[in-house]
């Protein structure tokens, strides 16, 4: 099993870029979701999904966009760069419900200049 | 709504040594899951231990150790015999028990921990 692969490592975008950043996990879990870690701040949940087709906002979802066509892909899209997006994001998986471990794909550290 | 709170920025222990990280939290949930996760510099998040809030008895993963006191919603993690690989941000997290919630984490701000020679 490959886990929770994250596309892409590092991204560099302008002001006003729109981008996507790529999730897919291959364990077969229900819930899917995208946080992003500041200095300081620990990690905060921006958007996260219980099944194909059900998305629902987390504490910070303004500026991003998520969608749940499968089981084993979550995509993060941001609309309209921002500075304040600059940030390391992370997408975690796990089954739903039941304190399940959720497991962590690498991390993509976005810069937005 | 849920917060988790890390009073301790950052820390340092000597190899060999035994550390104790803080954690408090604050819900008005009865049934809850409780985690501490590692975050070493390769950014990698790693699970170290976990925690279900109706069980009284600490849970403990090899040299970590759980210190769970519900009524003071405290939740504090000994690492001991400590490593040079045990060198990471360390992450206090909870996630309700509701049946039907999501899995949604709520984690504190983190706290740095050096192990030095």
């Known amino acids: 099993n490959a886990g929770v692969t994250q596309t892409p490592k590092f991204q560099v975008l302008k002001t006003g870029q729109s981008m996507t950043l790529q999730c897919a996990q291959d364990?077969?879990?229900?819930?899917m979701s995208w946080y992003r870690q500041d200095p300081g701040m620990g990690l905060r949940l921006i958007h996260y999904s219980v099944g194909a087709g059900i998305t629902d906002q987390g504490e910070v979802p303004n500026g991003y966009n998520v969608s749940r066509s499968t089981t084993e892909d979550f995509p993060l899209r941001l609309l309209s760069a921002a500075p304040s997006q600059t940030s390391v994001y992370f997408c975690?998986?796990?089954?739903?419900?039941?304190?399940?471990?959720?497991?962590f794909g690498p991390g993509t550290r976005l810069t937005v200049t | 709504a849920q917060t988790v709170t890390q009073s301790q920025p950052e820390m340092s222990v000597q190899e060999a040594e035994t550390v104790t990280l803080s954690c408090t939290y604050d819900t008005s949930e009865s049934n809850y899951y409780l985690f501490w996760y590692k975050q070493p510099p390769s950014r990698q998040m790693i699970l170290v231990i976990r925690q279900e809030a109706y069980k009284q008895q600490n849970a403990t993963e090899n040299r970590f150790s759980v210190n769970f006191q519900k009524a003071a919603k405290s939740f504090s993690l000994k690492i001991s015999d400590s490593q040079l690989g045990d060198t990471a941000m360390y992450f206090c997290a909870f996630m309700k028990r509701t049946t039907g919630t999501a899995s949604k984490l709520t984690f504190g701000t983190g706290t740095r921990l050096q192990v030095t020679l």
């Open positions: 975690a998986s796990s089954y739903n419900g039941g304190g399940y471990e959720q497991y």
């Open positions: 364990m077969n879990h229900e819930y």
